[in-house]
């Protein structure tokens, strides 16, 4: 019985690492081979909007370097959290990735039943541009300025209603860090579009919002919105005359979105390389360059790794954001 027994695992043992080799070479030959089908992306929010916009305008150059077609679909809902879970359990051979931004990091304490961790059970694959944002007035509001916006807030707290995309949009997000850092109080009204946000605020059902530089420019030019300020660490090249926020009057103020595309976790290291190469070739044609400024969007290439340390620090900066402004999705 001992001999038979032994017989048996050590033929147990050679078909395991039969089965082990196999798959090593099925996996290496994966790789090697990678894409050998269409990618698809997915879009975690409704079409038209900035993501949509992003996703299109580089997924031609991605086909045009990795020799397959790179698909985009929609699949939006819960603040982006349904396209991400999908992804997150799909199978992580590359061939499905999901467009991040800013608001599924908040997504991160917003949902804490959305079904995936973020750094867990995605992994990043490659950033694709910064956005700063531009904040707006109705050009009836009676202030000219941050300090002017700050001051009118104060004397009339809760009086004054901002818009965004929803609960946790970057949109909201950054108004809720400028109240924070201000020190003033106003009433957030979530739309399901920033689109619909920006209608209201010309026509000054709300007085102002966050907004990107891309969809609020033709309204500041037409005068029907004032721009106030812009969120990031520097003024935007063509709104040259409105000064950052930390310049305006909420000294130390920055918020410049990001976004990016993540995959499931378990992706092979040469496959996110393939992948983010094809991302940093499409962000070198200069016609997609042109277009992510018409946008307002900054192109901005990275490492995997310097991708995640983005994702890291906004998950934590944007947790403290609603821990102190005790926000909760109804």
């Known amino acids: ?36 089908k269409p990618i698809k992306v997915i879009v975690p929010s409704a079409p038209g909007g900035v993501a949509d916009i992003l996703t299109r305008l580089i997924a031609p150059k991605m086909s045009e370097k990795l020799g397959q077609p790179v698909i985009v679909e929609y699949r939006a809902g819960a603040a982006g959290t349904i396209g991400l879970n999908s992804v997150a359990r799909s199978t992580p051979d590359g061939y499905t990735l999901v467009f991040v931004s800013e608001t599924h990091a908040a997504g991160e304490t917003l ?64 108004m809720e860090l400028m109240n924070q850092m201000a020190g003033i109080k106003m009433q957030h009204v979530p739309y399901s579009a920033a689109s619909s946000a920006r209608t209201d605020l010309i026509s000054g059902q709300i007085q102002l919002m966050f907004d990107t530089v891309g969809s609020m420019e033709p309204h500041i030019k037409a005068g029907t919105v004032r721009a106030l300020g812009i969120s990031s660490a520097q003024r935007f090249q ?51 360059q042109a277009q992510f400024e018409l946008n307002g969007v900054i192109p901005r290439t990275g490492t995997q790794q310097e991708f995640g340390g983005w994702i890291k620090m906004s998950i934590d900066k944007l947790a403290q954001v609603i821990k102190v402004g005790d926000i909760k999705v109804d």
Request: hydrophobic fraction near 40%; proline fraction near 7%; include cysteine.
């Open 1 to 36: 019985m001992g001999q038979i027994t032994q017989s048996r695992r050590t033929v147990l043992t050679m078909a395991g690492a039969l089965l082990l080799n196999a798959a090593s070479d099925v996996s290496a030959q994966g790789v090697t081979n990678f894409p050998n």
């Open 111 to 174: 949902y804490p039943k959305r079904g995936y961790n973020m750094l867990r059970e995605l992994v990043p694959v490659t950033p694709i541009g910064n956005f700063p944002q531009v904040l707006a007035v109705n050009k009836n509001l009676p202030v000219n300025s941050v300090k002017d916006l700050i001051d009118y807030a104060k004397v009339n707290p809760n009086t004054l209603s901002y818009g965004s995309g929803g609960v946790g949009n970057t949109y909201h997000m950054g």
């Open 238 to 288: 063509r709104l040259a005359s409105v000064p950052t926020l930390a310049e305006a009057g909420v000294p130390g103020y920055l918020f410049e979105s990001w976004c990016g595309l993540m995959g499931p976790a378990g992706m092979p290291a040469a496959v996110i390389t393939k992948i983010n190469e094809a991302v940093s070739f499409a962000l070198q044609d200069k016609q997609i």
